[in-house]
């Protein structure tokens, strides 16, 4: 009855004309709206994983930041720090907490806009550890809980290990119906309880079995959910935060079925109702629309990019005629001598003016990524700002044309002379014409005359308006 409930709601929420901005405002979390306070779900320094939280301050003045470290026995408070303007600032937990997992809330007390995200980094694969190798995954944070999440991507099948991160930042635990929207079965909920204060961890596995499966989590409370995916004994492995957001349309920026990529768009329909899709590609060359097909309720569709679109980079756009959540998972390097590796992100619901990515670095044999999608029918004027760690100075792509209905794709090392950390900034110049961000970064592992992407993490941006 619950999950019927909630699939009336989005229903009613779209013919009311509820937009998906009052929800980000007035009606709970935004994935990633421009607010003070952020709250990450997963993280750790135990089981052979290091994280960094990454925070970027956009604004032209220095401001105070909270750090808090929510763990199984209650929350950590850190000493406060001051961020220079347009800067960004990473931060190892491990000294704070030694081996331990843990959730994150960094706060600005001034209450000025800031953003943050979460690289989690670790040596995987199977045979003895000189056969590893590193591997990474991101998300950015959310700006507030909520008492309901979606998560289109998710596999029990095929070798993978998904779990759900629940973070219960209240002073009461949060009792939390989970229900998987099984690829070609069906809904199957499961119930469980997250202590206050604190985070919990399930193994989807242990809930369903093998099956391919979005997720959907009802709380009593407001929480933060977030789902992290493994495979090949950790050689591959990727994360992304949930969404709280329905939508007629989904958007993803980056993509790509090139360059030794595989790309696949996860669809999950939430609704009691069959929706029907129409998925667009934006190349850079231009839209490639597809025939609509019909899902059936509370069920997800997985599609492998490639076999539509081949030997292509891409930005997608998802409509239904319900609302809507979608993902997007990339894969490279099966075969190779390394293993594969993956990337993931959520979507978002609709374009904005400025976009905000904390992480990202141009040293030594890492490279970063922002992928500028153009959903409008006219071309887009952008500026990129490049905000260093320390005292390095700002970088600015002044003005940069991005194609209708297309996307670019910009590499901070073409910009930035002096390698280092760098959060980056993207601001439309064009009145009218929003755009979506995200930002990849990889990692190279050069071994004799070999030399490889063996490692890379992808995140959407924070967005602001």
Request: proline share 6%.
């Amino acid at each position: 009855m619950k999950r019927r409930l909630v699939s009336v709601l989005l229903c009613v929420m779209m013919c009311l004309g509820v937009t998906a901005s009052w929800v980000a405002l007035g009606g709970g979390a935004a994935v990633a709206g421009p607010l003070p306070t952020w709250y990450l779900a997963e993280g750790s320094t135990a089981w052979g994983f290091g994280t960094y939280i990454n925070i970027e301050n956009p604004n032209l003045v220095d401001v105070q930041i909270r750090v808090t470290y929510m763990t199984s026995f209650g929350p950590l408070v850190q000493p406060d720090f001051t961020m220079a303007a347009t800067s960004t600032v990473t931060i190892n937990p491990f000294a704070a907490l030694g081996q331990r997992d843990f959730s994150t809330r960094v706060e600005c007390l001034g209450g000025q806009t800031i953003a943050a995200d979460r690289t989690m980094f670790w040596m995987g694969g199977p045979g003895s550890e000189q056969d590893q190798n590193m591997e990474t995954h991101s998300s950015i944070g959310v700006t507030a809980a909520q008492v309901t999440w979606w998560m289109p991507e998710g596999s029990s099948a095929w070798g993978f290990q998904t779990w759900l991160l629940v973070q219960n930042p209240n002073l009461v635990p949060a009792n939390c119906a989970v229900t998987y929207m099984i690829e070609g079965f069906g809904p199957i909920t499961v119930n469980k309880v997250v202590p206050a204060n604190s985070r919990a961890t399930y193994n989807m596995k242990d809930d369903i079995g093998s099956a391919d499966a979005s997720i959907q989590v009802l709380a009593d409370q407001q929480v933060i959910c977030e789902r992290a995916m493994y495979r090949n004994s950790r050689r591959m492995g990727h994360d992304s935060i949930g969404t709280t957001v329905p939508s007629l349309d989904y958007y993803l920026a980056e993509g790509t079925t090139a360059w030794g990529f595989t790309t696949y768009l996860l669809v999950q329909n939430a609704n009691v109702v069959p929706n029907d899709i129409t998925i667009t590609y934006m190349k850079p060359s231009g839209p490639v629309v597809m025939p609509s097909f019909t899902m059936l309720p509370e069920t997800r569709k997985t599609i492998r990019v490639n076999d539509f679109v081949p030997n292509s980079d891409l930005s997608i756009k998802v409509h239904g005629t319900s609302p809507l959540f979608a993902e997007r998972a990339m894969y490279w390097g099966a075969g190779t001598v390394w293993g594969e590796a993956g990337h993931d992100s959520i979507g978002v619901d609709q374009p904005h003016a400025i976009w905000y990515m904390p992480g990202g670095s141009s040293q030594s044999l890492n490279e970063t990524w922002t992928l500028v999608q153009n959903p409008n029918a006219v071309d887009v004027n952008v500026e990129i700002s490049y905000y260093p760690e320390g005292s390095l100075l700002n970088v600015v792509i002044p003005n940069t044309i991005v194609p209708a209905n297309s996307r670019r794709t910009f590499n901070m090392a073409d910009a930035v002379t002096t390698p280092g950390r760098y959060a980056t900034q993207v601001r439309t110049l064009t009145p009218g014409q929003n755009i979506i961000c995200e930002r990849a970064t990889y990692i190279w592992t050069e071994a004799g005359s070999l030399s490889a992407r063996t490692a890379g993490e992808e995140t959407i941006g924070a967005w602001d308006d």
